[in-house]
């Protein structure tokens, strides 16, 4: 099932939130470090879950896996028994994992913010053409003041023209009604 995009950035957002927080604790050196990771790991491999992203589902159990294997007294790199420098090595794979995250949790940002991006620059044409052409002027702009307006004044358009219509689909390859009717009221905004 799709998910709005703007749920998707917002909940990545929140997860690099979160990201910061345990980087803040790495930083500090703090003792809570690995409760606060391990706390975070879990959260974020649920998340994948939810969501049905086995790839990235796969590389959370990956880092969780190699930090437990270093807590064991293992290096999963050399294959061999570590005794000595062990909370060095969990510290190295720690960080290891956290760049990893940061880099996909970014990576996956990126590509749902492009989504909306592009989806907004190709409403934002189509708004500053209907109000050049006269179908938008002030007064309907600042009626469409709630979602529900904008759903009903969308569906009218998608109805009564078949460019609108087309367009529509487009957008719909990608995103949510929803997501659409977010990004005009955004625009709206913009031009009011």
Not at 57 to 84: A, C, D, H, Q, W
Request: charge should be negative.
């Amino acid at each position: 099932m799709q998910e709005l995009i703007h749920h998707s950035t917002q909940t990545l957002e929140f997860h690099l939130d979160k990201l910061n927080k345990v980087q803040e604790f790495y930083l500090s050196k703090s003792f809570d470090f690995d409760a606060h990771f391990e706390a975070f790991l879990h959260e974020l491999l649920e998340y994948f879950k939810a969501k049905g992203n086995t790839t990235y589902e796969s590389e959370v159990l990956k880092i969780m896996s190699t930090i437990s294997t270093v807590k064991r007294g293992f290096n999963p790199v050399k294959m061999e028994k570590v005794s000595v420098g062990k909370r060095d090595l969990v510290s190295g794979f720690s960080f290891s994992g956290i760049e990893n995250i940061h880099g996909f949790l970014i990576e996956l940002l990126a590509k749902e913010q492009k989504k909306l991006d592009e989806a907004e620059e190709l409403l934002s044409g189509l708004m500053i053409s209907m109000y050049q052409n006269g179908i938008l002027d002030d007064v309907k702009i600042k009626d469409l003041n709630s979602i529900s307006k904008i759903e009903t004044f969308w569906n009218q358009l998608i109805s009564q023209n078949t460019t609108i219509a087309g367009i529509n689909k487009k957008l719909r390859l990608t995103l949510l009604a929803e997501d659409i009717y977010l990004l005009i009221e955004k625009i709206c905004a913009k031009i009011s």
